[in-house]
């Protein structure tokens, strides 16, 4: 026979099921409520980014396996207080019941009423599972969710029996054993992105050192017909005097327009090969001492070709300190950023490079008037990832190595974009306080 005393009913409460909600990963439901000590308690307030322990219990007068995990939980909370784990116990029972409770019991944690228990209803935690004539119909279901600092439920504790209460001090565990899988998993990301880095570092240097050998090896196949042509227009020229006297007018003219044109090329390539070389014999373990507005014009001479007469080149130069660091690496970063600068152009455009001190820092900005970077795109644009180019899928390195070689530095690499307009932002602590000149 069962009993329907309020007592009898707990001992005896009969088999039923009872899901509650949230679901483990999912934020716990914020609560404003009334505490036995009579004040309003906001839960994300007075959690304030910490862990908490939200526990429900049913009554502090009918039900003595309430009672009994209330005391214990005083009895653990220097544990949860050492932790730095908020505590909050919830009932549909009035403040002044609990007032009574905690005075009797010297509770210190927060006790809250939920008298017509919407909060409870809220979370899942009010039991209307069974048949509404059931005695326990409408009853609290006991149990605790443990939220993480983020506010979300990483573990549950409820059971299906009601006789069933964990020690509350055992809670703690669960805490602890969450707080070293956290650790852990920061370790393990801390450990993969070292790993990243050092794979990024490695492809980028071998990379650079077969970059290196191609350029020198173009600027050596350069230098060889140069040094050629230089001698044979010299003995050109030496005769250009004495054959003019034979030639007309028209004739000597046109001879030299060939002069200067010739010689403007011969000029040009002169210019090229010694680009290639000052970025090719640059010692990319060393630190030089450099003017960095003449970096950005070395740099961007190597890209004159994909430039040609559709991009336009605006210069906003200021009187600068020389920089001191490794320059090799500060041209490869500027490759980078100047080479996506005229990527993102489609048609005519406009490149701006801006070098300046602002304070005790360098400052390099370089702007394209390209198609913008989406904001999926610049989510990941520090980040090794795949891309497309030229129907060619490829592992996207250079700009976070760029990012990276600038940290290394003590600076700063920021990308603001929108449609039609990026710039990227070069910072770097000075290095040396020699000026530059202009």
């Not at 839960?43 to 304030?48: G, S």
């Not at 602890?176 to 650790?183: A, D, G, K, T």
């Not at 993969?192 to 020198?216: D, F, N, P, W």
């Amino acid at each position: 026979m069962k009993e329907t005393s309020p007592g009898m009913r707990i001992l005896n409460p009969g088999p039923y099921h009872f899901f509650t909600g949230p679901a483990e990963g999912e934020p716990m439901p914020d609560f404003t409520l009334l505490s036995h000590e009579g004040r309003l308690v906001n839960f994300t307030a007075e959690r304030a980014g910490r862990p908490a322990l939200v526990h429900f219990f049913r009554s502090v007068t009918w039900c003595p396996f309430c009672s009994m995990q209330l005391v214990e939980l005083q009895q653990a909370i220097a544990g949860y207080d050492a932790a730095g784990i908020a505590v909050f116990a919830i009932c549909p029972e009035p403040v002044a019941l609990l007032r009574e409770f905690a005075a009797a019991h010297g509770i210190r944690y927060l006790l809250l009423a939920d008298e017509e228990a919407r909060y409870i209803r809220q979370v899942g935690v009010l039991n209307t599972a069974v048949d509404p004539r059931d005695p326990v119909y409408g009853i609290p279901h006991p149990g605790s969710f443990l939220v993480n600092r983020e506010g979300r439920v990483f573990e549950k504790r409820f059971h299906a029996d009601v006789r069933v209460r964990e020690p509350m001090g055992s809670l703690l565990l669960y805490f602890r054993v969450r707080e070293l899988n956290e650790r852990l998993e920061e370790k393990v990301r801390e450990r993969t992105r070292a790993l990243e880095e050092a794979q990024m570092h490695l492809v980028e240097a071998a990379r650079r050192a077969t970059l290196g050998k191609l350029i020198a090896g173009i600027n050596h196949e350069l230098n060889t017909p140069l040094g050629a042509l230089a001698g044979s227009l010299r003995a050109v020229w030496s005769f250009y005097g004495r054959a003019c006297e034979a030639l007309t007018p028209a004739q000597r003219e046109a001879l030299a327009d060939l002069r200067r044109t010739t010689e403007e090329a011969f000029g040009r390539l002169e210019k090229l090969a010694g680009d290639l070389r000052k970025f090719a014999l640059l010692d990319a373990s060393g630190r030089e001492t450099i003017d960095l507005r003449e970096s950005v014009d070395l740099v961007m001479g190597l890209l004159a070709h994909e430039c040609g007469r559709r991009i336009r080149v605006v210069r906003d130069y200021h009187e600068v300190p020389r920089w001191t660091g490794p320059a090799a690496q500060m041209h490869q970063v500027l490759l980078e950023i100047l080479s996506n600068a005229v990527e993102a152009i489609d048609g005519e455009g406009i490149i701006r490079l801006s070098v300046r001190q602002r304070e005790d820092m360098l400052e390099v900005a370089i702007t394209d008037s390209g198609r913008g970077i989406s904001a999926a795109e610049r989510a990941q644009l520090f980040e090794p990832h795949l891309r497309t180019k030229g129907g060619r899928v490829g592992m996207s390195l250079g700009l976070p190595l760029a990012n990276q070689i600038i940290r290394d530095q003590g600076g700063a690499l920021d990308v603001a974009s929108a449609p039609g307009e990026t710039t990227v932002r070069i910072t770097l602590p000075l290095r040396s306080g020699e000026s530059a000149g202009v």
